[in-house]
């Protein structure tokens, strides 16, 4: 039976010949079925790695006296254990393909928070959220003036009413 040359494998999934057929169709080399699933378990695995690696010295006590490491401990644990299922899964099972990266709003989100964390101190809370929401909207799709106006506007109010009037956290609000 001919083996067409593009589209889905007609060999059951599962057997030898349907995977190599499946690899032969996707360009001859897809050891991964699942990357985006794959890239989020070895993510998970890495962040409790780093909590088991972060709370290493912390004392975990006994179940009857639990001490401070031992919900850090813990946690990290669940979460290399569910890394690793994830990223299990990910290369047994189908799933999404990886999508292109979208360096707009890398730049522009990273440009934003850069530049909100270099003016709150010096030019005051509400034009540094202000700057933040100007360089922000330069990401996506941009608003136009009066709505990135309102949105600025009420972002700023909310960060004074939030950070200064209720934590009472010593931020100059304006220059």
Not at 5 to 11: C, E, I, K, M
Not at 12 to 33: E, I, L, M, W, Y
Not at 39 to 60: K, M, S
């Amino acid at each position: 039976m001919p083996t067409p040359l593009h589209g889905p494998s007609t060999a059951p999934r599962g057997t030898p010949d349907g995977a190599f057929q499946d690899r032969k169709a996707s360009g001859g080399h897809a050891p991964v079925r699942a990357p985006l699933d794959l890239a989020a378990g070895l993510l998970i695995a890495a962040f409790g790695i780093g909590a088991l690696w972060l709370g290493r010295d912390w004392p975990t006590g006994t179940l009857a006296s639990v001490q401070s490491g031992f919900f850090p401990r813990m946690i990290g644990m669940l979460m290399v254990l569910a890394g690793a299922l994830v990223t299990g899964r990910a290369l047994l099972t189908h799933g999404a393909a990886w999508p292109s990266w979208g360096w707009r709003p890398l730049i522009w989100v990273t440009a934003a928070v850069l530049a909100f964390a270099g003016t709150v101190e010096t030019l005051g809370l509400v034009p540094a959220v202000l700057i933040l929401v100007g360089l922000g909207n330069l990401a996506g799709q941009p608003l136009r003036p009066v709505p990135l106006l309102l949105l600025g506007g009420a972002l700023a109010a909310g960060c004074v009413a939030l950070f200064v009037w209720g934590l009472g956290l010593p931020l100059r609000v304006w220059p």
